[in-house]
């Protein structure tokens, strides 16, 4: 089974995939740090950072190098942002994310897993939270400035929502699940019954 797991940045994607993945004893795809993988490889100088080996697991690889700090950083995030709009790259991440979600149980995460990478997922959430919340948490996470948060996020959006190449668009079939005011218990329980519904 896949649990397709899709909104904007600080809707808690990541944190409530792995807490999924973890009480279903799902494997987690992190598509978002493959992503982040591609722009330092870019900002190292790769010529064609869509090409560089990323291993994910509970560290990030690549080539070869433990990058899981090194792609959280801000100037990686907005980078992260830029080359996910590039056709190229999308292409060669969405084609290694359905490699992998071909086979067994997963929970992946990201802005197209189900309307683009996985359209077959059996359970597929769109995540959303107000703008402020979603920028409160994003400037915890961060130890940023919560306005100065809310104004990139704004611009990200506008990316993300406006690219032509696998635009962040909710899945027709998906369930759309406000996180404002909700725990994660909360939310993580709320997809365990619709992967349960679906078994």
């Not at 080359?83 to 060669?92: C, D, G, M, S």
């Not at 959303?128 to 940023?144: C, I, P, Q, S, W």
Request: charged share 30%; proline share 4%.
């Amino acid at each position: 089974m896949v649990i397709a797991i899709d909104g904007p940045a600080g809707a808690g994607k990541s944190t409530v995939a792995r807490a999924v993945a973890a009480a279903l004893g799902y494997t987690y795809l992190d598509t978002g740090a493959m992503y982040r993988s591609v722009a330092l490889a870019e900002l190292r100088g790769a010529e064609h950072p869509e090409r560089a080996e990323i291993l994910l697991g509970e560290r990030v690889l690549l080539d070869g190098d433990d990058v899981t700090e090194a792609i959280r950083t801000p100037e990686v995030s907005e980078r992260a942002s830029q080359v996910a709009a590039r056709p190229e790259v999308r292409r060669a991440m969405q084609e290694r994310q359905r490699t992998l979600l071909a086979d067994g149980d997963w929970v992946a995460e990201g802005r197209d897993i189900g309307t683009v990478v996985c359209p077959t997922a059996e359970v597929k959430v769109f995540l959303t939270a107000d703008d402020t919340e979603r920028a409160r948490r994003r400037a915890a996470e961060l130890g940023a400035d919560v306005e100065a948060v809310l104004a990139d996020q704004r611009v990200r959006d506008e990316r993300d929502r406006g690219r032509a190449d696998s635009p962040l668009v909710p899945a027709g079939d998906a369930i759309e699940l406000d996180t404002t005011g909700l725990t994660i218990d909360e939310v993580v329980a709320r997809i365990g019954e619709l992967a349960a519904a679906s078994a």
